[in-house]
Nanobody, 128 residues
Framework: QVQLVESGGGLVQAGGSLRVSCAAS????????MGWFRQAPGKGREFVAT????????YYADSVKGRFTISRDNGLNTVYLQMNSLKPEDTAVYYC?????????????????????WGQGTQVTVSS
């Protein structure tokens, strides 16, 4: 079992930056690939970014590529999402998730069903 707790959400103006964090506990953090998803009101859960166990490889949704950066610190059991050049359409609840499955080297976990554990989410609101 892994417990995930997000933090760092808030209200920011368009064009601003915000960093959300996700602290993990309960199992060896480096055994999990990690991902960030978001869900806006009335919409489904949308993939944002994922990072491999070692932190050496990342993958992003086209909508955030070049603006968001996912990173992790396995010593601190924490994964981060740095969000720059924020837009009103980035407004959503942001969730981190942990994937325990060892996939092939060419596979990136981009579907909610890939993930085994989820945090409770943190609200990010971008005002225009």
């Amino acid at each position: 079992q892994v417990q995930l707790v997000e933090s760092g959400g808030g209200l920011v103006q368009a064009g601003g930056s915000l960093r959300v964090s996700c602290a993990a506990s309960g199992r060896t953090f480096s055994n999990f690939a990690m991902g960030w998803f978001r869900q806006a009101p009335g919409k489904g859960r949308e993939f944002v970014a994922t990072i491999r166990r070692s932190g050496g490889n990342t993958y992003y949704a086209d909508s955030v590529k070049g603006r968001f950066t996912i990173s992790r610190d396995n010593g601190l059991n924490t994964v981060y999402l740095q969000m720059n050049s924020l837009k009103p359409e980035d407004t959503a609840v942001y969730y981190c998730a942990a994937d325990k499955t060892f996939h092939s080297s060419t596979y990136y976990s981009t579907e909610p069903s890939d993930y085994d554990y989820w945090g409770q989410g943190t609200q990010v609101t971008v005002s225009s």
